[in-house]
Nanobody
Framework: QESLVESGGGSVQAGGSLRLSCPAS?????????LGWFRQAPGKEREGVAC????????TYSGSVRGRFTITHDNDKRILYLQMDNVKPEDSGMYYCAADMRDKPQCSPDLFTHWGQGTQVNVSL
């Protein structure tokens, strides 16, 4: 059974950097056509941060992180990454990686079926 396990979260000061990792175990990783990072702050809905659509070799970012965050994946190691640079307090929240076997039209959490448990990110001034 496929599993996604996030790591790399923690506390960081504004302007700093973090790199989140999400290794995937199991046999279906090669079949995932959509991979993404999502976050949820207390009292807010889960939102898409960055997604990677393998079939189209395309990436997409939310407007609030574009230019600061980078989503990549290592196909051989079966790991999805999120490089977070110049972080801001509003980037705080629980970060989740997710995957789906179908090519998705957008980076929306409602469209993804496989989820990790999340890793917490706290950004302070």
């Amino acid at each position: 059974q496929e599993s996604l396990v996030e790591s790399g979260g923690g506390s960081v000061q504004a302007g700093g950097s973090l790199r989140l990792s999400c290794p995937a175990s199991g046999y279906t990783y090669e079949h995932y056509r959509s991979l993404g990072w999502f976050r949820q702050a207390p009292g807010k809905e889960r939102e898409g941060v960055a997604c990677l659509f393998r079939a189209r070799s395309a990436t997409t970012y939310s407007g609030s992180v574009r230019g600061r965050f980078t989503i990549t994946h290592d196909n051989d190691k079966r790991i999805l990454y999120l490089q977070m640079d110049n972080v801001k307090p509003e980037d705080s929240g629980m970060y989740y990686c997710a995957a789906d076997m179908r090519d998705k039209p957008q980076c929306s959490p409602d469209l993804f079926t496989h989820w990790g448990q999340g890793t917490q990110v706290n950004v302070s001034l």
